[in-house]
T-cell receptor, first 113, second 113 residues
Framework: DTGVSQNPRHKITKRGQNVTFRCDPISEHNRLYWYRQTLGQGPEFLTYFQNEAQLEKSRLLSDRFSAERPKGSFSTLEIQRTEQGDSAMYLC???????????FGPGTRLLVL | AQSVTQPDIHITVSEGASLELRCNYSYGATPYLFWYVQSPGQGLQLLLKYFSGDTLVQGIKGFEAEFKRSQSSFNLRKPSVHWSDAAEYFCAVSASGTYKYIFGTGTRLKVLA
């Protein structure tokens, strides 16, 4: 297993455009998480999936943000009408049912011009 | 409210010197505690974790951390730092069943040759 993978690794977009990121978790992991990390800060929790069910969403996840995990495997995070304040690193993590440890992917760095 | 404090934003040490990175948390119960390392532009790699039992835990790359309940601390230590340890270090906490991590703001470590 190669760990958690995220695509793309980098994304540059213009303000107002929509972007979508993909996360592929470790294959046997049922839980999947999204975090956002801005410059000089630690990651902040956005949302969490148990299989295909989205069980928790942070207040940081505004109406312009939507996350899905349709088959309980990979997940997508879409940002509509991007704003410059959305520029950040978006991190995905996964974990197994039986453990608390989350394993992180390399992240997608978004720059909104 | 739950929080994690990493008091030192930047630390500089000489190669071969010892290292201690501080982490204090505010939590209602005994949390699960983690240290992660992040190299520039990369995701987070788990160094070590504490759930229960022996309060001194060993991790990868020669790191260790000690949980002190009375001080609400979980400081990371390494007896002899290598140049490759230069990175940003994050302390995180979670509680059983909450699944989401709360991260500190990180400590950036610089190693002098």
């Amino acid at each position: 297993d190669t760990g958690v993978s995220q695509n793309p690794r980098h994304k540059i977009t213009k303000r107002g455009q929509n972007v979508t990121f993909r996360c592929d978790p470790i294959s046997e992991h049922n839980r999947l998480y999204w975090y956002r990390q801005t410059l000089g800060q630690g990651p902040e929790f956005l949302t969490y999936f148990q299989n295909e069910a989205q069980l928790e969403k942070s207040r940081l996840l505004s109406d312009r943000f939507s996350a899905e995990r349709p088959k309980g495997s990979f997940s997508t995070l879409e940002i509509q009408r991007t704003e410059q304040g959305d520029s950040a690193m978006y991190l995905c993590a996964s974990s197994a049912d039986w453990e608390e440890t989350q394993y992180f992917g390399p992240g997608t760095r978004l720059l909104v011009l | 409210a739950q929080s994690v404090t990493q008091p030192d934003i930047h630390i500089t040490v000489s190669e071969g010197a010892s290292l201690e990175l501080r982490c204090n948390y505010s939590y209602g119960a005994t949390p699960y505690l983690f240290w992660y390392v992040q190299s520039p532009g990369q995701g987070l790699q788990l160094l070590l974790k504490y759930f229960s039992g022996d309060t001194l835990v060993q991790g990868i790359k020669g790191f260790e951390a000690e949980f002190k309940r009375s001080q609400s601390s979980f400081n990371l230590r390494k007896p002899s730092v290598h140049w490759s340890d230069a990175a940003e270090y994050f302390c995180a906490v979670s509680a059983s069943g909450t699944y989401k991590y709360i991260f500190g703001t990180g400590t950036r470590l610089k190693v002098l040759a």
